[in-house]
Structure formats: structure tokens, C-alpha cells
């Protein structure tokens, strides 16, 4: 079973248009780290991690290690693959968008679905509650005067 973060915009608004993150390896990410950061907008990190794999190339060669030069590039990869889901949660938080909660379901329609009801659960939960505000007549007077120990009159010095 899989785990979706859900991601919440700024600005709360009735109908809010809730981001499902996948908690989890991405495999597009490890296939084609650059291209896949760029398809979800990561692109500081896409342009880096092209940079990164690049001259990880260039220097294998350089050395005459190609194969060196390719591993370092997986390892890019990989770090990609492993880490990219938290790459976007990270770029949703830094464009102020906050983290609502969890959920874990097998796919992404089961997860919407689930989220669905969770937050209509606990928008009746909230219209249900009383509030309680307590009655200012019943409320003690100010005590007036000194008090030195527990056996303080009020009204009394």
C-alpha cells in the first residue's frame, strides 16, 4: 500500500485544489532524472542534476574512466529516484503550500477518495461541536485587599 502526502495551496478556500505526492521511489525519476524534475517543475534542480551528471560524464572521460563517469551519473540517478518525491514536497513548501496529512491507499483515486471523506468527517465533527461560553453574571467579584497565606476573606482586611 502506498502513501500520498497531501499538499494544500496558501489561501484556504472552500473547493481547495489538493496535490496527492506519492511517498515513495520514482522511477521515471531514476530513468531520467533531468527530464523527469523539469515535467514537475523542479527546475533549479533539473538544471543542476543535468550539470551534475554532465561533468561527471566529461571527467570519466577525461580520465579515461568512462565507466566511472557512467556509475557517478547513476548514482545521480538514483539519488533522483529515491529522494524526488521529497524534492517536490520541498518545492510545494518553499511556494507556500502546507502539508494536510497522509494518506495511505493503493492508488491515487482510492487516496483522493479517502482524503474526500476524512475531511468531510471532520467538517460535520467541526459543525456539530457547541461552542461554550460561560455566563459573566456567575463570574467571582475582584478580591480586594492583601492576602498573606491561604486564609484570605474577601472583603475583609
Known amino acids: 500500500m502506498a502513501v500520498y502526502v497531501v499538499m494544500e495551496p496558501p489561501g484556504r478556500s472552500e473547493k481547495a485544489d489538493v496535490t496527492f505526492v506519492r511517498d ?12 523527469w524534475l ?3 517543475r523542479l527546475w533549479v534542480e533539473a538544471a543542476l542534476a543535468f550539470v551534475v551528471m554532465a561533468i561527471l560524464s566529461m571527467l570519466g572521460e577525461k580520465l579515461g574512466l568512462a565507466w566511472a563517469g ?3 551519473s547513476l548514482l545521480v540517478s538514483l539519488y533522483i529516484g529515491l529522494e524526488g518525491q521529497a524534492l517536490r514536497i520541498a518545492a510545494l513548501r518553499r511556494r507556500g503550500w502546507h502539508e494536510r496529512g497522509v494518506v495511505a491507499a493503493d492508488r491515487l483515486y482510492d487516496a483522493e477518495t479517502r ?3 476524512e475531511a468531510e468527517a471532520k467538517a460535520e465533527e ?4 457547541q461552542r ?5 453574571a456567575l463570574a467571582r467579584p475582584p ?3 492583601i ?5 484570605h476573606t474577601p472583603g475583609k482586611p
Open 126 to 129: 467541526q459543525a456539530t461541536m
Open 70 to 72: 557512467s556509475l557517478l
Open 143 to 145: 478580591q480586594t485587599g
Open 115 to 117: 482524503d474526500a471523506l
Open 132 to 136: 461554550i461560553v460561560p455566563d459573566a
Open 24 to 35: 515513495g521511489f520514482a522511477w521515471l525519476g531514476f530513468l531520467a532524472a533531468p527530464l
Open 147 to 151: 492576602a498573606l497565606g491561604l486564609t
Open 38 to 40: 523539469a515535467w514537475h
